[in-house]
């Protein structure tokens, strides 16, 4: 993987240091790019702190193109467009997820208004979000792929960013771009990485090594491997039931692969 400076769009350095503490029991869980199962993985390991007994909400970070309510089979007459057009505020719009055992805030799809919210409000909806997480243990933030202004912002609210990738190329050197401008913008933010539809553990362990020497190489920096989660076909069916896979196959590998990680992350707390 070579080191490459062009299309990083970085970010104004005014995005940089408002002043916002970091919620130490937030985890902001985001991705390079789509399809490497980062939605899936948010509410699999939601649930899964859930089991271990820990107040949880799952915030739809993805601002525009949403679909945590859809993969949970929810229907939800607020969401986050009614937090920012002003008519509800954020604790008003928690939805109580009776099959996971979570809270879920639940994004808007189509709505390019969300997706480009000035520098302010989003540090407004950070800030509010931030009082909210005083009442849970834990609060994972589904961010959107990528590296836009929204995820740039809310990414840096949490104390730490898990990083979901895949083998793919395309997956690894977007997950290195997105980690390069976090690190850079975001210092404090403790990054780690999932490596998510593996063939094996041992290939996982192998796509690691691959996006760790690069962030060594180029970064000065070493992501700690959180976990593995292996390539399992009732991830999808789950999806297609708009069943959490911990419901409806609680002993799949996937499943002990995220709950394996969720044990991983509240023993490092």
Same mark, same amino acid.
């Given at each position: 993987m070579e080191e490459n400076n062009?299309?990083?769009?970085?970010?104004?350095?005014?995005?940089?240091?408002r002043a916002t503490k970091k919620g130490k029991n937030m985890i902001a869980v985001a991705s390079g790019k789509g399809g490497v199962g980062k939605t899936w993985f948010s509410i699999t390991l939601a649930q899964a702190f859930s089991l271990y007994k820990k107040k949880t909400l799952l915030f739809d970070g993805d601002l525009g193109l949403a679909n945590v309510d859809i993969q949970l089979g929810l229907m939800v007459e607020n969401d986050i467009g009614s937090v920012v057009?002003?008519?509800?505020?954020?604790?008003?719009?928690?939805?109580?997820?009776?099959?996971?055992?979570?809270d879920v805030i639940a994004g808007r799809s189509g709505s390019a208004g969300l997706a480009s919210m000035p520098v302010g409000r989003l540090q407004i909806l950070a800030e509010d979000l931030a009082l909210l997480a005083t009442s849970y243990d834990?609060?994972?933030?589904?961010?959107?792929?990528?590296?836009?202004k929204s995820?740039?912002?809310?990414?840096?609210?949490?104390e730490q960013v898990i990083v979901v990738c895949t083998d793919e190329p395309?997956? %690894?050197?977007?997950?290195?771009? =997105?980690? /390069? @401008?976090?690190?850079?913008?975001?210092p404090k933010t403790k990054i780690n990485i999932v490596i998510n539809q593996a063939n094996s553990l041992r290939e996982g362990q192998r796509t690691y090594e691959t996006? %760790?020497?690069?962030?060594?190489? =180029?970064? /000065? @920096?070493?992501?700690?491997?959180?976990g593995v989660i292996r390539r399992d076909t009732r991830v999808r069916d789950s999806i297609r039931n708009q069943t959490p896979?911990?419901?409806?196959?609680?002993?799949?590998?996937?499943?002990?692969?995220v709950m394996a990680i969720a044990k991983r992350l509240l023993e490092n707390d």
């Open positions: 062009e299309n990083l769009n970085l970010a104004p350095r005014k995005e940089l240091h057009a002003g008519e509800k505020t954020l604790n008003q719009v928690v939805y109580s997820c009776d099959k996971a055992k979570i834990k609060i994972i933030l589904d961010m959107g792929a990528g590296v836009e995820v740039r912002i809310l990414s840096g609210m949490a395309t997956s %690894l050197t977007d997950g290195y771009a =997105f980690i /390069k @401008i976090m690190t850079m913008q975001y996006l %760790l020497n690069a962030c060594k190489n =180029f970064l /000065k @920096i070493s992501p700690s491997l959180l896979i911990i419901n409806r196959y609680p002993t799949s590998e996937a499943t002990e692969d």
